[in-house]
C-alpha cells in the first residue's frame, strides 16, 4: 500500500466532512419550520446542490450558480489542499442553523416531549412569594 502522512490523511478528513455542519444545520432549521416535508425538501436540495457542482462547470452554467452550490468547495485532497476558508464558512454557518433550529424548537409548544437542557430553557420568572400568617 501507499503511505500516507497524518497530515494528509487529517486534510482529507476535514474537506470531505466539511459540508456536513451546513447540511445537519439546514435540516433541522428545515425539521423544525416544514416538520412534515424537512427531509424530501432537504433530499431535494442536496441532490439539486451536487448536480450543480458536478455537471455545472463541464456544461457552462451561469458561475455564480456553480459557487453557490457547497460541493464545489470539496476539493480532491492529495491532488489540491483543501480550501480551509469553505471549511470555516461551513462550519459557522452549520453552527449558526443548528443553534437557530434548537431556539426555535425551545420556543415551539410542544408539552413535555422534548426536555431540552437547562442551560437552553428560556429563564423563569421567580416564584411568588407566599404570605405568611402573623398568627402562625
Known amino acids: 500500500?501507499?503511505?500516507?502522512?497524518?497530515?494528509?490523511?487529517?486534510?482529507?478528513m476535514a474537506n470531505a466532512?466539511?459540508?456536513?455542519?451546513?447540511?445537519l444545520g439546514v435540516t433541522a432549521l428545515l425539521a423544525?419550520?416544514?416538520?412534515?416535508?424537512a427531509y424530501v425538501v432537504m433530499g431535494a436540495l442536496i441532490g439539486l446542490d451536487y448536480?450543480?457542482?458536478?455537471?455545472?462547470p463541464a456544461l457552462n452554467w451561469p458561475r455564480p450558480l456553480v459557487l453557490s452550490s457547497p460541493f464545489y468547495y470539496v476539493h480532491l485532497v492529495p491532488a489540491t489542499s483543501a480550501d480551509w476558508a469553505a471549511?470555516?464558512?461551513?462550519?459557522?454557518?452549520?453552527a449558526a442553523t443548528s443553534w437557530l433550529a434548537v431556539a426555535w424548537f425551545a420556543r415551539r409548544d410542544v408539552g413535555d416531549t422534548a426536555a431540552l437542557p437547562a442551560w437552553l430553557r428560556l429563564p423563569?420568572?421567580?416564584?411568588?412569594?407566599?404570605?405568611?400568617?402573623?398568627?402562625?
Do not use: E, N, T
Open 32 to 37: 423544525v419550520v416544514l416538520a412534515r416535508a
Open 124 to 136: 423563569q420568572p421567580p416564584p411568588p412569594q407566599s404570605l405568611k400568617s402573623p398568627f402562625a
Open 17 to 23: 466532512l466539511s459540508v456536513a455542519p451546513l447540511i
Open 87 to 94: 471549511v470555516l464558512v461551513f462550519l459557522l454557518a452549520g
Open 51 to 56: 448536480l450543480v457542482a458536478a455537471v455545472g
Open 1 to 12: 500500500g501507499a503511505s500516507v502522512h497524518l497530515g494528509v490523511a487529517l486534510d482529507a
